[in-house]
């Protein structure tokens, strides 16, 4: 039978010490989190001490044409500001910036005052606490000393709450873009994509009565006098073979009708999805086509309108001008947002500001979505469209 060992020694000191240390830990991180806003507050004092110098200084360097280095410094001074207070980065313009290293002198000054009060309430409490030591106060005045001091504490850290409070507020309210900026900024958005919008509309129906007047129109008047001839022939065979170019004409004419009418609007999207109409138009290209469809659900008619004008527009310049062997087309959905992009294997050098990548640019656009284009020289072109699906 083996014998018992209790824990002695060092050993055992460690294992009876340890509930003892987990105590005296947990008591440290409390103490150090109840110190934490003081410590931030006590810093904002001294960094607002650091402020009126630099405003000063920087006052005297914006008349001396100084102003790319005062707003480099206060871009870092705002950075550590907002790395104190435990806010994210915050890109704000210089106005803003220098408004609120004005506005922290406040919080600044508080803070000050707060951290003093709290000082001067530990020299008190250490002058009282002698006094008791050496008998020079009574119990009923070291009851009262206590109780004064305790609401004074508790008003001392309020106060310092009550600064830190306004610092963050200062921050986020003056370095953030307010409501009214944000709405405005949304209207000067709203304007211009409408405005592109319309452009794209009559750059697009310029198009279309290029198309119809150069055309169909020239081909239904040699198409009409191809008739008349045919009418006023009396030979039954020239009659005949100008009846039958007069109908191939015909088909010809339709042919054009219809893609026409399908550069207005897409009809194979009102009978199948996007992928169907897309089929369509790769079946028809002069360049081998491939399609990656990865949608669950189908989108909204405007966002798969668009998605198929970018990809007809895609695969008609890489056909006529990039001389590419294969085109890739992956549309896909995540987050709310559905992503189509396409790549192929041309000699790049595409220009976005073509009136055809600048239309396509303001269709994504009036939906809010982003249209990038990245075509270098002997590089390829990868057009990347996302849109909102809601």
């Known amino acids: 039978m083996l014998p018992r060992v209790h824990p002695s020694g060092p050993a055992g000191s460690d294992l009876a010490a340890r509930p003892g240390d987990h105590a005296m830990s947990r008591g440290l991180r409390l103490l150090i989190r109840a110190g934490q806003p003081l410590a931030v ?44 207070l435990s806010l994210p980065p915050m890109s704000a313009d210089a106005p803003r910036m220098l408004g609120y290293l004005v506005a922290r002198l406040l919080p600044a000054a508080l803070g000050a005052v707060a951290a003093g009060l709290l000082l001067v309430g530990l020299v008190l409490a250490g002058i009282v606490t002698q006094a008791v030591l050496t008998g020079q106060m009574s119990g009923a005045e070291l009851v009262m000393q206590i109780v004064i001091g305790s609401a004074l504490l508790a008003l001392n850290i309020q106060a310092v709450a009550s600064v830190l409070r306004l610092d963050r507020w200062l921050a986020g309210n003056l370095l953030e873009p307010g409501g009214r900026e944000d709405l405005e900024q949304r209207i000067t958005e709203l304007t211009t994509t409408r405005a592109g919008v319309m452009a794209a509309v009559d750059a697009e129906r310029r198009r279309i009565e290029r198309d119809l007047h150069d055309g169909l129109q020239q081909r239904l ?170």
């Not at 006590?42 to 960094?47: D, Q």
């Not at 705002?78 to 104190?84: D, K, Q, S």
């Not at 966002?303 to 004008?309: A, G, I, K």
């Open 41 to 84: 507050v006590s810093l904002g004092a001294l960094s607002g001490a650091g402020e009126v110098l630099f405003l000063i200084v920087a006052g005297l360097a914006w008349r001396s044409r100084g102003r790319a280095g005062v707003l480099e410094s206060a871009r870092q001074i705002v950075a550590w500001e907002l790395r104190r």
């Open 221 to 390: 008047v040699a198409l009409g006098m191809m008739l008349g001839r045919a009418r006023r022939s009396h030979d039954p065979e020239q009659a005949t073979r100008l009846l039958g170019q007069a109908h191939d004409d015909a088909q010809r004419a339709l042919d054009e009708l219809r893609e026409v009418a399908w550069r207005v609007y897409p009809s194979a999207l009102d009978h199948g999805t996007l992928e169907d109409a897309l089929g369509m138009v790769a079946h028809g290209s002069a360049v081998p086509v491939r399609i990656d469809y990865r949608l669950a659900d189908r989108p909204p008619p405007q966002v798969e309108t668009v998605l198929y004008f970018v990809a007809c527009e895609a695969i008609t310049n890489a056909a006529k001008h990039s001389g590419a062997t294969v085109i890739h087309i992956d549309i896909t959905g995540d987050d709310g947002e559905i992503a189509m992009v396409l790549r192929d294997d041309g000699q790049g050098g595409a220009d976005p500001t073509g009136s055809g990548l600048q239309g396509l640019a303001r269709r994504v656009a009036a939906l809010d979505g982003r249209f990038t284009l990245t075509s270098p020289e002997a590089g390829g072109t990868t057009i990347q469209v996302t849109l909102p699906c809601h």
